[in-house]
T-cell receptor
Framework: GENVEQHPSTLSVQEGDSAVIKCTYS??????FPWYKQELGKRPQLIID?????GEKKDQRIAVTLNKTAKHFSLHITETQPEDSAVYFC????????????????FGKGTTLSVSS | NAGVTQTPKFQVLKTGQSMTLQCAQD?????MYWYRQDPGMGLRLIYY???????DKGEVPNGYNVSRLNKREFSLRLESAAPSQTSVYFC?????????????FGEGSRLTVL
């Protein structure tokens, strides 16, 4: 099955700096890679995603890059702000189980980002 | 639109007791999932249901059972709770028609097993 590794586990930056979180995956058939942000005590929420036929995607201060050959993808946050402080999870969508159409998101262990002002 | 609703939000059990976590979604999604979240371990898939009438084991299925009651509802049952099952449980759903759909989460259920 799919295995997703995420680094670093913690990241501290100054307000205005950039932050980069990296993930690797094992299943070459995975074709969808979302990033979720989870604030303390809240549910994870999608912030950006990328499909396997795309190399890079941007949405204002956040961007995601995908290298299918190397099986890794990264989240880039520029001009960080204190409200970016949260736990970030990467995930890979892969076929899972015996049902023919069955797919599941497998998550990395998360990165706790702290942005200090 | 309520999205994904799960109950209860908090529960304390004694070792050996049983309980069922309930989940319902109103987005007409085909696929539903149960994850558990533990510090430093991320979100781990317990069971999922690709469509009504099907269920499959995830990464950490031991000690759990599930029921896809209908298209809207997907429940998670702990038959004999153990302290190792102390965790935050999230139900989630996605369209399932494509492998690239957004996963929507419920608010979570915090379970403590003494």
């Amino acid at each position: 099955g799919e295995n997703v590794e995420q680094h670093p586990s913690t990241l501290s930056v100054q307000e205005g700096d950039s932050a980069v979180i990296k993930c690797t995956y094992s299943d070459s058939a995975s074709n969808y890679f979302p990033w979720y942000k989870q604030e303390l005590g809240k549910r994870p929420q999608l912030i950006i995603d990328i499909r396997s036929n795309v190399g890079e995607k941007k949405d204002q201060r956040i961007a995601v890059t995908l290298n299918k050959t190397a099986k890794h993808f990264s989240l880039h946050i520029t001009e960080t702000q204190p409200e970016d402080s949260a736990v970030y999870f990467c995930a890979a969508s892969t076929k899972w189980g015996i049902v023919e159409a069955g797919t599941a998101l497998i998550f990395g262990k998360g990165t706790t980002l702290s942005v200090s002002s | 639109n309520a999205g994904v609703t799960q109950t209860p939000k908090f529960q304390v059990l004694k070792t050996g007791q049983s309980m069922t976590l309930q989940c319902a979604q109103d987005m007409n999604h085909n696929s539903m999932y149960w994850y558990r979240q533990d510090p430093g371990m991320g979100l781990r898939l317990i069971y999922y249901s690709a469509s009504e009438g099907t269920t499959d084991k995830g990464e950490v299925p031991n000690g759990y059972n599930v029921s896809r009651l209908n298209k809207r509802e997907f429940s998670l049952r702990l038959e004999s709770a153990a302290p190792s099952q102390t965790s935050v449980y999230f139900c989630a759903s996605r369209s399932g028609l494509r492998n690239t759909g957004e996963l929507f989460f419920g608010e979570g259920s915090r379970l403590t097993v003494l």
